[in-house]
Structure formats: C-alpha cells, structure tokens
C-alpha cells in the first residue's frame, strides 16, 4: 500500500501533464520531491492491520452477525424496525414470539394440530367467520381424507342451476365447493354483530403484522379492561388489538370444544390448533414451498461453489502473470 | 467461430457479449450490470406467466392473485419469484449507481451512459409503482392514490392531469386497467433502454477502479467475465431462493393482503421500501409542489453529476476526502430510508430535513468545492 500510492499519484499527474501542457514540465520535475498527505509514514502495524482482508473480513462479519442477531431476538430489523403510523397503544401490544411447529426453516405443518383446528374453526369460528378462499378439496390429503371430506361436504345444502325447467334447486356439496359463509352479504353480516363486520379468514394470518402470533395473542389475550380504559358497551378489551376495543368478544373457553383424538381442549391449546389452521388457510403451499426451498438452497450451493471453481481456473493464468515495466529509453524520467 | 464473426446478427453478439474487450481490473462491483440484465430477463418472464391469470378488473384482481397462489400450479413459486426479484431489482440498481458513483464512472466519455442509467432508473421505480398495485389490496389503493394525487399538485391544471391518469375521480377500475396495460409496457421499453445503455457503453467500454485508460490490458468478456458473472448470478438465485422460499413476504406489507376497501384508509400507507428515501425528501419540504419537485429532482439531480465533478482525478479511489463524503453520501441515503418508513412527527421531521439539504448539496456544493479544492493543492504541490 505504502509503496503503491506514490506510484499511482505519478500516474495521475501523468494524465494531468498531458492535459495541462503549460504545468506539465514543472510537475513531471517536481512529482518525486511532491509528498502527498496520503502517503504520510504512520506505524505500519496500525496500517497493516487496517488494510488486511482479515480485518475486513471479521468486521463484516460482526456487522452483518449482530444485525442478523438482533433481527432474531427482536422479530425486526435495527433502526429500520416496523413502520409505525401510531403511538404504541394505537397499535395494539406487539405480540409475544411463540414457538410454532411450523416455524423452522424444515419444519412443515403439524397435520394433526390443522385438523383440530379445523374442528376449532367450524364450530366456533365459522359462527360469524367466511372462509371463502378454501373450498372441501382443499383439506383432501391435508387434514382429512377424501371420504371424509366429501360427507362432510354433502351436510350443507348448496343452490346451483338453473335447471332444464330454468330454476334454482339445492344440491348437496361436492369437493369442488367452497365453505359455506356463515351470512349471505356484508349487510346481514353487520345487523348480526352490532354494525361490526367479522373478516374472512382465508388470509387472516398474512393479512395481520405479527401473523400467527398475532392471532393467538389476540385470542388468549383477552383481559378485564385496566382502571380508567372507557370502553363502550358492546366492546371488549384486548391489549393485543389496535385500538384495544374490540368487538369481538372471548370465544375461546377450556373444554368448548370436544376433540376427536382426545387432546385436551384448553384455551391455548384450541387457539394454537385454529392459529395453525387458518396459517395452513393463508399458505396451504407452505409444505411444499419449504420443501422445494431446501432443494433451491441445495442446487444453487452446489452451482455457486462450482462456478467459483471454475472462475479461479479460467482466471489463474491471469492472476499469476506478472507485468513487467519498461520505461522507453529515449523517453526516460525528464 | 467464423460463424460468430461473421454473420450480421451474430456479429454483434459478438463484439457485445463475447469477444468485448474488458478492463481487467475492475472488481466484483462491475458484475451489478450483468445481475440488472438477469433480474429483468426474469421479471419478464415471470410476469408474462402472471399475465396468463391475473384479471385487471377492482372486482376480480385480488381473487385472480389469490387464485394464482392456490390454484395455478406453481402459482405461488411465480408469484413470489416476480414481488421479490422486484426488491433485488432495486437493491442491485442502488449498489451499480453506487459504483458510478465512487469510481467517477458518469465523467466523460461516459456521460450519454450514465444519462441513459439515470433515465432507466426513474422507468424503473414507476413500473415498480405501477405493479405494485395491480394486486389490488388496501396498499396497492391508497398507495396509488397518495402517488397519483402528488401530480395535483401542478399549478393550474394539476387536478385535471390527475383525473386524466385516473379516467374517473378516484382510482378506479379504468385506472387498473392501465395501469396494468403500462405495466406490462414498461419493461419492454426497459429493455430497450437496456440495449442503448449497452450502445453507450461499448465504445469507450467499462470505467475501472483506477479511473485510468485501460486499454492497454483488457480481457475478453468470454471466458473471463462471463464465469465471473455466473459467481454472483448463482450466488444471487441462492439468496433469491432463500427469500421466495422462506420469507416470501418479508419484503412486504401485510395490510396488501387486505382486499382493496375505497370506505376505509388504512392506519398508514407507506410505500414499498425502495422508494422510502425519496418518499422522506418529499415529505421534508412543508410545500406540496416543491416536495414533489424535490422528489423527482432527487432522482434528475445525478444527471448533473458530470458538470458539477470538475476533480481532474476520475473516481474516488486516489482521493481520501471524497472518499469519505461518499460514504456520508451512502448512510445519509440509509437515513432517509429510515425516515421515510417512520411518522412524519419531531424529530424524525427535522432529521429528515437535514437529510434531505445533505442530499442536494452533496451534488451541487460538496462534489464541486471538493473538485475545486483538490485540483488547487494539487497545482501549489507541484508548483515551483
């Protein structure tokens, strides 16, 4: 480094010589005697500790290590964080991070926590909650099987048609129905619950910031309002929620719900069962997507080790050449 | 081989992409050009594929986006791929200007390339804009609507211009319509702008990192800078994958899988985060039309780039004090990107405004006294 940075300060005075006729004699003459700052003598240990790789190297590694550790502990990133348009009590309390079963990067989902939740879902849920985005196939392989599913689907009356006489009729449901809407339009959905409307589910987990967490904070969080909190009636207190009224009120009580393999039906366990549920409801490619990830990361590995290979191959001729200068004799150093 | 060199078409493949004569220092920063090339390739190819099933209608948008994550076979993959090779578009752009920048590479005889550049940036963010909200969630509406409501703040016929983008009084079905018509427009023209970029360049070739002539020891693109530049393509599909597979959404905003309610705004519309730095400038000036000559004069103002560097030096390589300006440059960017993503209040405002004077006299005062004051002490130096 030391050595290099004269010779390059030469080269620019060089180009400068020949763009300015007029200085060029005085600078060529003067250029050995000129001292640039830059190339002032400083201890060399400090300078090659500065200018080595390793140093770089570690020094990036420490940034972008405690950026990737902070992004862990707090679910954001430094400085950036969450777009925040409210004060914190506006947003509602950030939810706590909870360990799904499906969080790991090779983690697909619990099949038999997405059936409960199912059971969760239609007879709690599905009360006031559309789902319009799933139809009976979908839980084919999923969480029940074919024969299941198709009797399940032929409980509930659907209209098709016209007939060959040109009227409506009920049929019963097939595979390819979706789930039924527990109200027939937005405004019997609002009489219903106090001019409140409940939100489809189908994409409620990505549709939240905080996703599953989220939910399950805001189902498990319910809790009698602190002194001084007005809350108008027909509202319900949750921290979790922005806002920290909100209309729906606690569903979700010990033993409501009966399941078929004998889990206990606790509070939180029913929420982590429809919390898991309607996250397979928002990415039902997530199995798959993860699986189909581990073999991206496989391929294009094994593609970037190999081209780095081949790069230094086709580029060692170049990297151990060696250039040698000669200054033209008739020329020299004037 | 003969073929190559001899046929018209081949030729200039040739002469472009094979044969071309590269300087051969320049680093790993110069492979940005060849990651720009491969992220448009597969915008295009992965948006023709979503074209196949999106439905430009309010009522059917949302649901057609849906349907592709559901039903389409792959669906999710493509979609995916297409909203965060968007992000890595913009994150690439960013490091290449950043690489004119430091290495001076926008002085002459670069300058028509650099001048394309900046032009291909600004059709960049508007076909990101514009296909951000085609999916037409909460975001996508009001995103929109905050944008094309800045152009209302022309004098005297700002209002009529907006109502013309709109082809109604709000946006609406009609604007969706179009806005996918440009959509798919824009980056054919991208491409075109591409190629002229190319044009530009291949006279005088790459600048490289001593910001010296380099035509005494070039390589040629084949062998040598192709498998240099499959490193980094590899190296990009891998953290690509990484994203698309594991954190598909991480890059985006929850509230766009609400479907698109005109009744109700929500709580804060911000917009994608490659366009938060330039989101804060517009938010620093209290002055609505100036804000919005300020934004888009933040992205024009790196055309005067080459009048304003008068350093006899090209590049920064050789100069320590505008090394250190350019990196005060770079955070100040980052900070105006924080800005822009919080609540305009005390004293994210004043920062910003800070931020936002940095930005503008860095090209128009720092960059020309640094110029200035260097190529005097050069000339007292070597003064007799």
Same mark, same amino acid.
């Given at each position: ?11 620019? /005075? ?23 700052? *830059? ?66 990067? /090779? ?13 969760? =879902? ?78 489809? @589910? ?37 921290? =979790? ?66 081209? @780095? ?26 | ?8 078409? +081949? ?14 220092? $320049? ?8 990651? @720009? ?57 960013? &490091?290449? $200007? ?90 054919? /023209? ?24 380099? *035509? ?22 891998? $953290? ?16 766009? =899988? ?16 490659? +366009?938060?730095?330039? =989101?804060? &400038? ?15 004069? *933040?992205?024009? $103002?790196?055309?005067? @780039?080459?009048?304003?560097?008068? *350093? ?11 090394? /250190? ?60």
């Amino acid at each position: 480094m030391l050595s290099r940075l004269p010779a390059s300060s030469l080269k620019g /005075l060089r180009s400068l010589a020949e763009a300015r006729p007029s200085a060029a004699r005085s600078a060529a003459q003067t250029a050995s005697r000129v001292r640039f700052s *830059s190339s002032s003598a400083s201890s060399s240990a400090v300078k090659s500790f500065l200018d080595s790789r390793a140093t770089l190297a570690s020094a990036t590694l420490l940034t972008v290590g405690s950026i990737a550790w902070y992004t862990h502990l707090y679910g954001s990133l430094p400085f950036l964080g969450e777009v925040h348009a409210n004060s914190p009590a506006e947003e509602g309390l950030h939810p706590p991070h909870y360990p799904w079963s499906h969080g790991g990067l /090779l983690d697909s989902f619990d099949h038999s926590s997405i059936r409960r939740g199912y059971q969760v =879902y239609r007879e709690v849920c599905a009360a006031c909650h559309s789902l319009d985005r799933i139809a009976w196939r979908n839980l084919v392989g999923v969480s029940h099987s074919v024969d299941e599913v198709k009797a399940m689907a032929e409980e509930v009356e659907y209209e098709d048609g016209p007939n060959d006489q040109g009227e409506m009729f009920q049929r019963p449901g097939k595979l390819s129905d979706y789930m039924p809407p527990p109200y027939p339009n937005e405004e019997a959905a609002r009489a219903s619950n106090q001019g409140a409307l409940p939100p489809d @589910l189908s994409l409620i987990v990505k549709a939240r910031h905080g996703g599953p967490d989220y939910i399950f904070a805001l189902l498990t969080g319910y809790r009698d309002a602190p002194a001084g909190f007005e809350i108008r009636d027909g509202m319900n207190y949750n921290p =979790y929620f922005p806002g920290n009224a909100i209309s729906m009120a606690r569903v979700l009580f010990d033993g409501l719900v009966e399941y078929e393999d004998g889990t206990p039906a606790t509070t939180s366990q029913m929420a982590k069962d429809v919390v898991t549920f309607l996250n397979w409801a928002a990415e039902p490619e997530h199995d798959e997507r993860k699986k189909a990830g581990l073999k991206a990361v496989i391929l294009f590995s094994a593609l970037t080790a190999i081209s @780095l290979y081949v790069k230094r191959y086709k580029w060692a001729p170049i990297k151990s050449r060696k250039i040698i200068y000669n200054p033209p004799a008739d020329k020299g150093h004037h | 081989m003969r073929t190559l060199k001899k046929n018209m078409l +081949l030729r200039l493949v040739n002469s472009y992409i094979v044969d071309s004569p590269e300087p051969a220092n $320049i680093s790993y920063l110069w492979n940005f050009g060849s990651l @720009l090339g491969v992220c448009l390739v597969l915008q295009i190819l992965t948006g023709i594929f979503l074209a196949m099933h999106y439905q430009p209608h309010v009522d059917f948008a949302f649901n057609s986006v849906e349907h592709i994550m559901r039903d389409v076979n792959n669906g999710w993959a493509i979609r995916y791929t297409h909203a965060n090779v968007a992000s890595f578009f913009f994150i690439f752009v960013y &490091i290449h $200007i950043a690489r004119g920048l430091y290495y001076g590479s926008y002085k002459s005889p670069r300058v028509l390339l650099w001048s394309i550049g900046v032009i291909i940036l600004v059709v960049m963010m508007a076909t990101g804009f514009l296909g951000y909200v085609l999916p037409y969630g909460q975001m996508s509406l009001w995103g929109a609507t905050v944008i094309t409501n800045l152009l209302s703040a022309i004098p005297v016929f700002g209002q009529d211009l907006v109502e013309l983008i709109w082809g109604g009084f709000s946006v609406n079905n009609a604007t969706l319509n179009r806005f996918f018509s440009l959509h798919y427009l824009l980056p054919f /023209l991208l491409a075109a702008l591409v190629v002229a970029h190319l044009i530009a360049l291949h006279t005088h070739g790459s600048n490289n990192p001593n910001g010296i002539g380099s *035509s005494t020891d070039r390589l040629t693109m084949h062998p040598y800078f192709t498998f240099k530049d499959l490193v980094t393509i590899f190296l990009f599909f891998l $953290i690509l994958s990484i994203f698309v597979f594991y954190y598909p959404n991480m890059l985006g905003h929850s509230d766009n =899988y609400i479907p698109a309610n005109p009744m109700q705004t929500p709580a804060s519309i911000v917009p994608e985060w490659y +366009l938060l730095p330039f =989101y804060a &400038i517009l938010r620093s000036i209290p002055n609505k039309l100036l804000g919005v000559i300020a934004m888009f004069g *933040s992205l024009f $103002i790196l055309l005067i @780039l080459p009048i304003t560097d008068v *350093s006899r030096v090209r590049g920064n390589q050789f100069r320590p004090a505008m090394k /250190l300006f350019f990196w005060f440059f770079v955070v100040n960017f980052f900070i105006l990107m924080w800005i822009g993503s919080q609540h305009p209040t005390s004293p994210y405002v004043e920062i910003g405004q800070i931020s936002t004077a940095f930005y503008f006299l860095w090209f128009i005062l720092i960059v020309p006294v640094l110029g200035l004051s260097e190529n005097t002490i050069m000339d007292v130096a070597t003064e007799k």
